[in-house]
């Protein structure tokens, strides 16, 4: 805890006492945790006062609750409802309350060159990971991925005008979970800025956006190692920025001496195998959760190319070997915990 100032400490401490009516802005970080989207969120607000903090959180707190379940693409919700429809190959009226996030995920697919697929999901129920704690199988039959495969489910099968769905592919099924933190993220912090607060860090299990500031100094983050327990590198953020991370570490099951992971390739159906984690900085959420997924599929080879149609300013890739690879604005941002063995510099963005 660091209190800079004894007046304004004095008068923590008082709010913290009489725990309400405070309306003085206090000069500390104060934190709410909760569960909702398959992660710990964690929220921070620095420089307000402890009642408006405590209202946004509770507020906060009860909208991912709703998105949960909204958008929970194995438990029963209007995503769920959607995917049923979806499948009948009729014209529907979709919720009004998707809208948005179908729109902005069919666009930002398109923009990825479909590596980032949000109508993949029958593939990524295939592999077991539409359930919580997956069970311990082995991977599903070459057979049956190659069959999802050639059906070749994609947005561009999918018409969504004047609040009507129009599928013409069977196999198409909404996943989301690729960039409902990121939305979720989004609006969070938009409710934020409704209630006035200017300096706070929304992170959704390591996943974040921030804005403002900490006090006198930039808010700092670290990024996961994706090979070790520790931080890979620090970060220093601007006044309104994401820091979105993929990882071959998030959801994954071993079998015979292999990892296969959640991040599905949708060109061949098996888990991306190239890389073993993406950090994307960006303004919004949505389009830094999505990157960091598509950039993760698009491996070394591809992912400067699907980095400038998405309009990415920062991008750093670990690949199999360990080697970093990066653009130099990148570069000039992160401070690593110990120096890489190898580091690839791209052009510029
Ligand atoms: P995390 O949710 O662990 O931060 P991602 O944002 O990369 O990681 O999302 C991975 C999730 O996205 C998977 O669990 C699955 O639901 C979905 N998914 C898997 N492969 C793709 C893909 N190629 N495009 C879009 N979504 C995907
Ligand atoms: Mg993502």
Known sequence: MVLA???????????????????QPVDQA????????????????????????GQAATELERLFTRLHSDWHAWQPGILQETNRRLATLETFPVNPDLIP?????????????????????????????HSDAR??????GDDRILALVRQAPSVTDITLQDGQLQNRNPAVRYDLGGMAKGFAVDRGIELLQTHGIDNA?????????????????????????????????AIELGADESVFT???????????GTRYHHIIDPRNGYPANAVTSVTVIHSD????????????VAGP??????????????????????????????????????????????KPL
Request: with cysteine; proline share 6%.
């Open 30 to 53: 104060q934190h709410r945790q909760f569960f909702a989207l398959g992660t710990l969120v964690d929220l921070t607000i620095y420089g307000s006062d402890t009642a408006t903090a």
């Open 135 to 140: 069970p311990d199988s082995p991977p599903p």
């Open 5 to 23: 100032h004894p007046v304004r400490a004095g008068l923590l401490l008082l709010c913290l006492l009489l725990k309400a009516g405070c309306s």
């Open 246 to 256: 993929s990882g071959d570490y998030e959801r994954f099951f071993d079998h015979g």
């Open 285 to 296: 959420a949505t389009t830094a959760d999505v990157a960091a997924t598509a950039l993760f």
């Open 201 to 233: 860090i929304l992170n959704a299990g390591g996943d974040l956006r921030a804005i403002g500031r900490h006090g006198d100094r930039p808010w700092r983050i670290g990024i996961r190692d994706p090979r070790g327990p520790g931080v890979l590198a």
């Open 101 to 129: 996030l179908l729109s902005e995920s069919n666009r930002l697919s398109r923009l990825s060159n479909g590596l980032f697929n949000p109508v993949i999901g029958e593939l990524v129920a295939l592999w077991g990971f």
């Open 301 to 346: 080879e591809l992912w400067e190319t699907i980095a400038r149609q998405l309009g990415i300013r920062y991008v750093m890739l670990v690949d199999n070997a360990g080697t970093i690879h990066m653009n130099p604005a990148m570069q000039q941002r992160v401070r690593f915990d110990t120096e890489p063995a190898a580091i690839h510099l791209s």
